[in-house]
């Protein structure tokens, strides 16, 4: 039997090939950024912070941006994954982030197939084992197919387009008080710095920062000589990211502006239903799975891409490996019933430590190792920004690790 494997798409192969293998790695990017928690926590955040919470995302998206034009640019230009640099700038430093990686991001995947369940619960009254079992063999069977790769990019981006989609209709019918929303994104009425750490930590922490980049340089797409298209890349999959946010934002905000209290266990879909009635809540469920999917598809991808570089045998069952990490999530989630809260704090505490650990390794290569970035000299802005960003993940890491006292509590 021949094994399939994620397709390559060499600079020699036809521009639309390599087009579509790059607009996958811009979506892959995103919409691991969008997943079950992020859709909880931007829903809970603006009930409590009502317009002001326009200034967190504001906030969060620079920093994405700081964070993401670093991550592309030295990825792309180097043509090497993360965990190949790491393992280039300090002894074993590869094998320490990609094991980081790999644990934050099963972890996490359980997060994402109970999120395809509680997705399929709203949309088509599934029992949420159901539900989750049903999403896993989705994403299983896209990456048993020969072509895994091109059905990734075209799957990814798809489900995007319909999370912007259905989000823009929800935040139309809930008529969200838009003036308020972009004064306060400059002039907030009150700033939470819980809110917008936890909001970067989200959105950039873990196999998120790499997903998009590990693509990318899949695609064919490396090298000094190609560092226009790999910013403008970058960009597109952070402006796509950022659009979910503020329409996510919006939907919920025009539902608690006009004074209704969502319920404290589930505020999501209850804000849904708020705007939209019956249609709201399925349009939830359909949201809510295609966030989840596409995570449970990013997290199980990209953690394996930190494994390949490691052996052969890796590399050539990969798609099996793959595989391998959802079923594995999936029979966690099943056993468990729901969510492993737990689980969950000592991934989101790993978490924090993965975006200082290894976005200081792709720093010091950019400021010190022009080597490994084919003679490349590095702009100096985008370094300043890429440490000041590094300063910042530093503290969101600190205050990571108080999570761990929690676990045993």
């Known amino acids: 039997m021949t094994e399939t494997?994620?397709?390559?798409?060499?600079?020699?192969?036809?521009?639309?090939?390599?087009?579509?293998?790059?607009?996958?790695?811009?979506?892959?990017?995103?919409?691991?950024?969008?997943?079950?928690?992020?859709?909880?926590?931007?829903?809970?955040?603006?009930?409590?912070l009502g317009a002001a919470m326009a200034f967190a995302i504001l906030v969060s998206v620079l920093v994405d941006i700081a964070i993401?034009?670093?991550?592309?640019?030295?990825?792309?230009?180097s043509g090497r994954r993360a965990q190949d640099l790491g393992n280039s700038v300090v002894p074993g430093g590869g094998y320490a982030l990609a094991a980081l990686d790999v644990f934050g991001g099963l972890v996490?995947?359980?997060?994402?197939?109970?999120?395809?369940?509680?997705?399929?619960?709203?949309?088509?009254?599934?029992?949420?084992?159901?539900?989750?079992?049903?999403s896993a063999l989705v994403a299983i069977a896209i990456f048993l197919i020969r072509r895994a790769g091109v059905a990734?990019?075209?799957?990814?981006?798809?489900?995007?387009?319909?999370?912007?989609?259905?989000?823009?209709?929800?935040?139309?019918?809930?008529?969200?008080?838009?003036?308020d929303a972009l004064r306060q994104t400059v002039a907030p009425e009150q700033v939470d710095f819980l809110v917008i750490t936890t909001l970067i930590g989200g959105t950039v922490g873990g196999y998120i920062t790499y997903a998009g980049a590990h693509r990318m340089i899949e695609s064919g797409l490396t090298g000094p000589g190609n560092?226009?298209?790999?910013?403008?890349?970058?960009?597109?999959?952070?402006?796509v990211t950022g659009v979910m946010r503020v329409l996510l934002f919006l939907a919920v905000l025009?539902?608690?502006?006009?004074?209704?209290a969502l319920a404290k266990d589930n505020p999501a879909p209850s804000a849904f239903q708020h705007a939209a009635g019956e249609t709201g809540l399925r349009v939830?469920?359909?949201?809510?799975?295609?966030?989840?999917?596409?995570?449970?598809?990013?997290?199980?991808?990209?953690?394996?891409?930190?494994?390949?570089s490691f052996s052969g045998w890796i590399e050539r069952h990969r798609n099996r490996l793959v595989?391998?990490?959802i079923v594995v999530s999936t029979a966690i989630y099943l056993a468990m019933g729901t969510t492993p809260a737990k689980l969950l704090i000592l991934a989101g505490a790993l978490n924090g430590l993965i975006l200082p650990f290894g976005l200081a390794v792709l720093l010091w290569v950019a400021a010190r190792r022009r080597d490994l970035l084919g003679g490349y000299r590095y702009p100096v802005w985008l370094l300043g920004l890429g440490v000041a960003a590094w300063l910042l993940s530093l503290y969101l890491g600190w205050n990571s690790l108080s999570g761990i006292e929690d676990l045993w509590n």
């Not at 036809?14 to 969008?34: C, E, K, Q």
């Not at 025009?254 to 209704?260: D, F, I, L, P």
């Open 323 to 325: 595989v391998a990490f």
């Open 254 to 260: 025009g539902v608690v502006a006009g004074g209704v």
């Open 227 to 239: 560092v226009r298209e790999i910013n403008r890349s970058a960009i597109t999959g952070i402006l």
């Open 5 to 48: 494997t994620l397709d390559h798409t060499p600079a020699s192969q036809p521009t639309s090939s390599r087009r579509g293998a790059l607009l996958g790695a811009m979506f892959l990017m995103a919409t691991s950024a969008i997943g079950p928690g992020f859709i909880t926590q931007t829903t809970t955040f603006t009930a409590k």
């Open 284 to 308: 939830f469920g359909l949201i809510m799975w295609s966030a989840a999917i596409t995570s449970v598809i990013g997290a199980s991808y990209t953690s394996v891409s930190f494994l390949v």
């Open 108 to 134: 996490f995947n359980i997060g994402n197939v109970a999120g395809c369940a509680l997705g399929l619960n709203a949309l088509l009254d599934l029992d949420v084992k159901i539900g989750g079992a049903l």
């Open 152 to 179: 990734m990019d075209r799957i990814v981006v798809v489900l995007g387009a319909v999370m912007i989609i259905m989000t823009l209709y929800v935040a139309v019918k809930s008529g969200p008080p838009v003036g």
């Open 68 to 77: 993401q034009l670093n991550v592309w640019r030295i990825v792309g230009v």
